[in-house]
């Protein structure tokens, strides 16, 4: 694994498929291995691919001079050494954030990653991204993402998803050939004409409401859309979620899924 902040290499995996669910299931790393290192950093998407993903999932939300980093609160508090709106701070003032230490004094130094050192590292050949884009996003904002998506050679192998359906509106209007995914937290009666009217891809809910309701699960496959759920940290459940159609499930635990699921 890469050390504690040094400059990470591309990986490489072998290739996963384009569409989803084909073969399945798909063993998406939730911010990355997060199990094993703190999430939306290089060492657990670096961890990630190498534990099997098939997908790696991360949060992108932009700095105040305008660039795309990944993390998934709001503010830093909980994942660094500082305080405030990522919006708030610039690139150079989130550098000398620590944010590792918190997970464990072996990870002290890591940095908040850029999307653009994430790209780097998960270039292909590799597993595929699911790119969660967090609100607010402005369509500038969603364009500088989409494109650096598209430069580093990644527009195939990406689904740019988000729960807000406005940010996927700009997402089509920034870049209508890139796979766009809808989050929920629950499926409510919105739920199917938002991805006819959106056009994704895939429809991730909680592993709640695939338990609960597999009679949904089952028209959105029937109408090409895959359910990919989150967060699935309970083994116990990985058999019932797929057995209830789920396309692949969303975990802490990639490597124990891969595993599991060989």
Same mark, same amino acid.
């Given at each position: ?38 999430? %939306? ?21 932009? +700095? ?29 003032? =989130? ?16 940095? &908040?990653?850029?999307?653009?050192? +994430? ?39 990406? &689904? ?9 509106? =700009? ?20 739920? &199917?004409?938002?991805? @006819? ?6 429809? %991730? ?13 089952? @028209?959105?496959?029937?109408? *090409? ?7 699935? %940290?309970?083994?116990? @459940? ?11 499930? &969303? ?7 891969? *595993?599991?699921?060989?």
């Amino acid at each position: 694994m890469t050390a504690p902040g040094a400059a990470a290499a591309p990986l490489s995996s072998p290739p996963s498929p384009d569409k989803i669910g084909e073969p399945g299931p798909h063993r998406i790393a939730h911010r990355g291995y997060s199990a094993v290192a703190p999430e %939306n950093t290089l060492p657990a998407f670096a961890a990630a691919v190498r534990g099997g993903a098939t997908f790696v999932e991360f949060d992108v939300r932009t +700095t105040a001079d305008d660039v795309p980093v990944v993390i998934h609160d709001r503010t830093v508090d909980r994942t660094t050494t500082g305080t405030g709106h990522v919006w708030d701070l610039t690139l150079a003032s =989130l550098a000398m954030l620590d944010a590792g230490s918190w997970f464990s004094p072996a990870y002290a130094g890591v940095r &908040i990653p850029t999307l653009a050192e +994430t790209l780097a590292l998960l270039a292909p050949p590799g597993p595929q991204l699911l790119l969660e884009i967090k609100p607010p996003s402005a369509l500038p904002e969603i364009k500088t993402i989409v494109e650096m998506v598209t430069a580093a050679g990644l527009h195939d192998r990406t &689904i740019v998803q988000s729960f807000d359906p406005e940010v996927l509106r =700009l997402v089509r209007e920034a870049a209508p050939s890139v796979r766009r995914g809808l989050l929920r937290l629950r499926f409510e009666a919105d739920t &199917i004409p938002l991805t @006819e009217e959106l056009d994704v891809v895939c429809c %991730n809910p909680s592993t709640a409401d695939v338990l609960g309701d597999p009679a949904t699960v089952a @028209e959105l496959a029937g109408r *090409g859309v895959a359910v990919m759920p989150w967060t699935a %940290n309970d083994r116990t @459940e990985w058999p019932a979620l797929l057995a209830a159609g789920a396309a692949g499930l &969303i975990t802490d635990h990639v490597a124990e899924l891969t *595993g599991w699921s060989s």
